[in-house]
């Protein structure tokens, strides 16, 4: 697309959503600015223009082009949602902390949990009741 027709797309929408003039390219936030800048960014993106560019032409960061892509269109732009592949291991490993969590009842051994990374004997609990370690920020 070129600058004229991505000007005569933000203006034809600004008029069709009852907007004045520059609304969609400035910061405004309101709901209804917002609803016509991801219409706009939208169809921008459906000519084949990349993030980039339809930042340039609406005065966002491409960061925020690719936030409207991915959350408020829905499933069409699949292209730029991450893929979640924990393989064959991650799954295990999910799997072991799902039946771990039931077993940890007390915030202590929650705690021991964050802390070690696993669940503690009942010896080595004992031992932290009495001799927990500091977990905590430095002052400075």
């Known amino acids: 697309m070129t600058f004229d027709d991505i000007q005569n797309l933000i203006k034809k929408t600004e008029r069709r959503f009852n907007l004045e003039f520059g609304d969609i390219i400035s910061k405004k936030r309101d709901v209804f600015t917002c609803y016509a800048r991801n219409k706009v960014v939208k169809v921008l993106h459906e000519s084949g223009m990349n993030l980039s560019e339809i930042g340039r032409a609406i005065n966002r960061d491409h960061t925020s082009i690719y936030f409207i892509v991915t959350k408020k269109l829905g499933s069409k732009h699949d292209k730029y949602k991450p893929k979640k592949s924990y393989g064959k291991n991650g799954q295990e490993v999910c799997q072991r902390f799902k039946n771990l969590i039931p077993k940890l009842k007390t915030p202590l051994e929650r705690r021991c949990f964050n ?11 004992a031992q932290y009741k009495k001799n927990p370690p500091y977990i905590g920020y430095a002052r400075s």
């Open 115 to 125: 802390i070690y990374g696993r669940a503690l004997a009942p010896g080595e609990l």
